[in-house]
């Protein structure tokens, strides 16, 4: 079983001044030959918008798409017709198929945003784009393992075009869980947002990562 420790120091960084971007995988201009993908987990970047700022419209084809926001409000525009504004705790996913346009922005205009975007390579070229949203229950995470995001539109959270899935935890303190697999063909990879744990006599902090 091969494992790979990301620390959070290790990721590439990015100051644009609107936006701080921390990057687990190879972006834009940072380039890092043994941080390409994990698998189908292609971009995985840790980013804060400030006040009135975001993302003007750009395309994207051939990639499911999934953002978190962590705190405030994104504000989302597509060419598929769609206008959303996605809050703190509300997942958003996006199927870019042959291909999409859209904007990203930050909603408010006093406050920052901050948010996860995750790009997962398809199984499918090709699929009709499709947009999608989820309001999640916190309570659902606590103590145990929250599915967000599967290959199901009948399964629990959203769903791509990928034989992946995503989960979210919220543990107490001096708790211990057991992650089973979904597909023996699969790794898995942890990124802890806030805190701390321990996972194989491993101890990682806030937004350290784990690829096994």
Not at 51 to 58: I, L, R, S
Not at 72 to 84: I, P, Q, V, W, Y
Not at 105 to 110: E, F, H, M, Q, V
Not at 140 to 168: C, Y
Request: net charge negative.
């Amino acid at each position: 079983m091969k494992t790979t420790i990301h620390k959070a120091e290790s990721r590439g960084q990015a100051d644009h001044g609107w936006l701080k971007a921390n990057h687990s995988f190879s972006f834009a201009s940072w380039h890092n030959p043994s941080r390409m993908n994990f698998g189908a987990l292609r971009v995985l970047n840790d980013d804060t918008v400030a006040a009135g700022a975001g993302f003007p419209t750009h395309p994207h084809a051939n990639m499911e798409i999934i953002t978190i926001p962590l705190s405030g409000t994104l504000e989302h525009k597509d060419s598929m017709g769609n206008t959303a504004q996605i809050k703190t705790g509300e997942i958003q996913v996006m199927s870019a198929g042959t291909g999409v346009t859209h904007s990203e922005y930050n909603a408010s205009s006093t406050e920052e945003l901050k948010l996860f975007q995750i790009w997962l390579f398809p199984n499918k070229q090709n699929v009709t784009p499709r947009y999608d949203e989820l309001k999640l229950n916190p309570k659902d995470r606590h103590n145990k393992f929250q599915q967000i995001l599967s290959p199901t539109p009948e399964d629990a959270g959203v769903w791509i075009h990928q034989e992946a899935w995503l989960h979210m935890i919220s543990m107490d303190q001096h708790t211990e869980q057991e992650y089973n697999l979904k597909s023996q063909d699969n790794g898995v990879y942890i990124m802890v947002v806030e805190g701390a744990i321990e996972i194989n006599d491993t101890t990682l902090s806030y937004r350290d990562a784990i690829a096994i």
